[in-house]
C-alpha cells in the first residue's frame, strides 16, 4: 500500500492549486493531511469518489487542523487524545496495524510554547507506545523538529530556534523508544542522503535550502515491509511538499 503525509498549509488554497491532481498521479490509499485550517461546514469541494474522508477541525476557525483519506474503511477511528489536542491528531485502526497521524504543535517564537509541545510529545509517546504493544504502528506527520543537522541546510542550525533545539530533538528521540522501538523510516533506509519537506517560499526550494520536517515513524518489527520513502517535490503547492511511503501490509 501506498501512504502519502502532507502539510498542505490550509487546505482550500492546496485544492484550488491542484490537490486533486496530486492524490490522482500518486495514488495513495491512505493520506494524511495537517494544517487545513477547515470545519465540515467549509468543505463545498468534491473529493474523489473513491476516499472516504475524516475532517478533524481545530476549534479556532482557520487554524490547525488535519484529516485523513482512505480508500478503505477503518476497524476504528479516533480524533485527539485531550481537549488540548485541538484538532492535531488521529488514530486509525485496521486489522493489521494503527496509523497516528500527528500534526506536532510549533513551540514558538522564544520558544514561549516549549512546555505545550512537550506535554503534547509525552502523551503521543505514552499512546503510540501502548499501541505498538498490540499490533505494529504507522505514525505519520508533520512533527515540527527537525531530528539531525543533516536534515537543514540552513544556518538556523547554529541558533537553535524552535524545531532545532536540544530539548525538541531529545524529545523526537524519546518517541523512537517507546514501546518495543520505532524508526525514522527514510532516515534509517537513507542515512546519508538529503532531502527535505518544508521550503520556506519559492526561491529556498529553487535552491534545495529546506528542513525536514515531515517524518514515517514505525515499528521497528515493520522495517522489513518497508519499500521505499521519499519527497513529492514536484508535487508543492504548500510550502510543504507530500512525503510517500510504500508499504507491503495487510489491511
Given at each position: 500500500m501506498r501512504i502519502l503525509t502532507y502539510n498542505v498549509n490550509g487546505l482550500?488554497?492546496?485544492?484550488?492549486?491542484?490537490?486533486?491532481?496530486i492524490i490522482n498521479q500518486l495514488d495513495p490509499d491512505l493520506v494524511f493531511?495537517?494544517?487545513?485550517?477547515?470545519?465540515?461546514?467549509?468543505?463545498?469541494?468534491?473529493?474523489?469518489?473513491?476516499?472516504?474522508?475524516?475532517?478533524?477541525?481545530?476549534?479556532?476557525?482557520?487554524?490547525?487542523?488535519?484529516?485523513?483519506?482512505?480508500?478503505?474503511e477503518p476497524i476504528g477511528i479516533k480524533f485527539n487524545f485531550a481537549d488540548e489536542d485541538d484538532g492535531r491528531s488521529i488514530f486509525v485502526e485496521y486489522k493489521g496495524f494503527y496509523l497516528v497521524g500527528i500534526y506536532s504543535p510549533n513551540s514558538g517564537v522564544s520558544l514561549v510554547k516549549?512546555?505545550?509541545?512537550?506535554?503534547?510529545?509525552?502523551?503521543?509517546?505514552?499512546?503510540?507506545?501502548?499501541m505498538d504493544e498490540k499490533k505494529p504502528v504507522i505514525l505519520c506527520g508533520?512533527?515540527?523538529?527537525?531530528?539531525?543537522?543533516?536534515?537543514?541546510?540552513?544556518?538556523?542550525?547554529?541558533?537553535?530556534?524552535?524545531?532545532?533545539?536540544?530539548?525538541?530533538?531529545y524529545s523526537f528521540a524519546k518517541l523512537l523508544t517507546s514501546g518495543e522501538g520505532f524508526v525514522d523510516v527514510f532516515r534509517e533506509k537513507y542515512p546519508t542522503l538529503i532531502e527535505y519537506s518544508f521550503y520556506k517560499n519559492r526561491i529556498a526550494k529553487l535552491n534545495n535550502s529546506g528542513i525536514r520536517l515531515d517524518y514515517f515513524i514505525v515499528s521497528r518489527r515493520l522495517m522489513r515491509h518497508v519499500r521505499d520513502v521519499w519527497h513529492c517535490k514536484e508535487y508543492s503547492p504548500s510550502d510543504h511538499v507530500p512525503v510517500c511511503m510504500d508499504i507491503k501490509l495487510k489491511w
Amino acid at each position: 500500500m501506498r501512504i502519502l503525509t502532507y502539510n498542505v498549509n490550509g487546505l482550500r488554497s492546496t485544492f484550488d492549486k491542484g490537490f486533486n491532481k496530486i492524490i490522482n498521479q500518486l495514488d495513495p490509499d491512505l493520506v494524511f493531511l495537517q494544517e487545513t485550517r477547515m470545519k465540515e461546514k467549509d468543505l463545498k469541494f468534491r473529493w474523489d469518489s473513491s476516499y472516504l474522508l475524516y475532517l478533524n477541525a481545530a476549534t479556532q476557525a482557520g487554524y490547525s487542523g488535519t484529516a485523513f483519506l482512505t480508500k478503505k474503511e477503518p476497524i476504528g477511528i479516533k480524533f485527539n487524545f485531550a481537549d488540548e489536542d485541538d484538532g492535531r491528531s488521529i488514530f486509525v485502526e485496521y486489522k493489521g496495524f494503527y496509523l497516528v497521524g500527528i500534526y506536532s504543535p510549533n513551540s514558538g517564537v522564544s520558544l514561549v510554547k516549549l512546555a505545550n509541545r512537550l506535554l503534547f510529545d509525552s502523551a503521543i509517546q505514552k499512546i503510540v507506545g501502548a499501541m505498538d504493544e498490540k499490533k505494529p504502528v504507522i505514525l505519520c506527520g508533520d512533527l515540527n523538529v527537525v531530528a539531525n543537522d543533516i536534515d537543514s541546510r540552513n544556518d538556523q542550525k547554529r541558533t537553535r530556534p524552535p524545531g532545532f533545539t536540544e530539548v525538541e530533538r531529545y524529545s523526537f528521540a524519546k518517541l523512537l523508544t517507546s514501546g518495543e522501538g520505532f524508526v525514522d523510516v527514510f532516515r534509517e533506509k537513507y542515512p546519508t542522503l538529503i532531502e527535505y519537506s518544508f521550503y520556506k517560499n519559492r526561491i529556498a526550494k529553487l535552491n534545495n535550502s529546506g528542513i525536514r520536517l515531515d517524518y514515517f515513524i514505525v515499528s521497528r518489527r515493520l522495517m522489513r515491509h518497508v519499500r521505499d520513502v521519499w519527497h513529492c517535490k514536484e508535487y508543492s503547492p504548500s510550502d510543504h511538499v507530500p512525503v510517500c511511503m510504500d508499504i507491503k501490509l495487510k489491511w
